[in-house]
Nanobody, 123 residues
């Protein structure tokens, strides 16, 4: 499966952005999907994952209550709605697909990656 992340940009603290991850290739609905991010000088960090049908979702502690992950299998697309953004959310955001089960917060558990989209939050 090929993944293409988009929707990043520059936003002020407290603002919102919605990221998208479009998938092509093999059946999108057969993959657990996830978002990770990597800030400047930081390690790659788990943001959220979502199960095949969207019935199971897990968030990283730093984004709980502010970010919402979702997917539309008919459109082969996953989303990340980001609200109440903080400067610490500044990072390149990557989408990833996992052919295994169950979901995981470990980036080593994902088989396919998108190219990343940059989110910059100004104070």
């Amino acid at each position: 499966v090929q993944l293409q992340a988009s929707g990043g940009g520059l936003v002020q603290a407290g603002g919102s952005l919605r990221l998208s991850c479009a998938a092509s290739g093999r059946t999108f609905s057969s993959y657990y999907m996830a978002w990770f991010r990597q800030g400047p000088g930081k390690e790659r960090e788990f943001v959220a994952f979502i199960s095949w049908s969207g019935g199971s979702i897990t968030y990283g502690d730093s984004v709980k209550g502010r970010f919402t992950i979702s997917r539309d299998n008919a459109k082969n697309t996953m989303y990340l709605q980001m609200n109440s953004l903080k400067p610490d959310d500044t990072a390149v955001y990557y989408c990833a697909a996992r052919s295994g089960y169950p979901g995981t917060s470990s980036y080593n558990g994902y088989d396919y990656w998108g190219q990343g989209t940059l989110v910059t939050v100004s104070s």
